[in-house]
Nanobody, 121 residues
Framework: HVQLVESGGGSVQAGGSLTLSCAAG????????MGWFRQRPGKDREGLAVLWIGGATTTYADSVKGRFTISKDNTKNNLYLQMNSLKPEDTAMYYC???????????????WGQGTQVTVS
């Protein structure tokens, strides 16, 4: 039973923009928090942005602060990540997650999507 489905990844030139979407199942969207993570080859999964579903509180990793924006559409149970000023080092598999812990630490999440690839050249 799929709970989270990411889309919107692709290839873009440095300096460009992409918007990732995450379609959440009804029960997944009921978790306290949702977030975006990424995993680069040979690296640990890194927390990028977190949003508290019950309000508007957000948290960003320093590496993306000012460039990435997390948002939600409650009418569609969708989560988004607007990514601007992309850099080659942003190349990674990007994951949507939902869980009880509003943290950039992956342990706070118990539902994960399958990921969408972003390549910046």
């Amino acid at each position: 039973h799929v709970q989270l489905v990411e889309s919107g990844g692709g290839s873009v030139q440095a300096g460009g923009s992409l918007t990732l979407s995450c379609a959440a199942g009804r029960y997944t969207y009921k978790r306290n928090c949702m977030g975006w993570f990424r995993q680069r080859p040979g690296k640990d999964r890194e927390g990028l942005a977190v949003l508290w579903i019950g309000g508007a509180t957000t948290t960003y990793a320093d590496s993306v602060k000012g460039r990435f924006t997390i948002s939600k559409d409650n009418t569609k149970n969708n989560l988004y990540l607007q990514m601007n000023s992309l850099k080659p080092e942003d190349t990674a598999m990007y994951y949507c997650a939902a869980g009880p812990g509003c943290t950039l630490y992956r342990g706070g999440y118990d539902y994960w999507g399958q990921g969408t690839q972003v390549t910046v050249s």
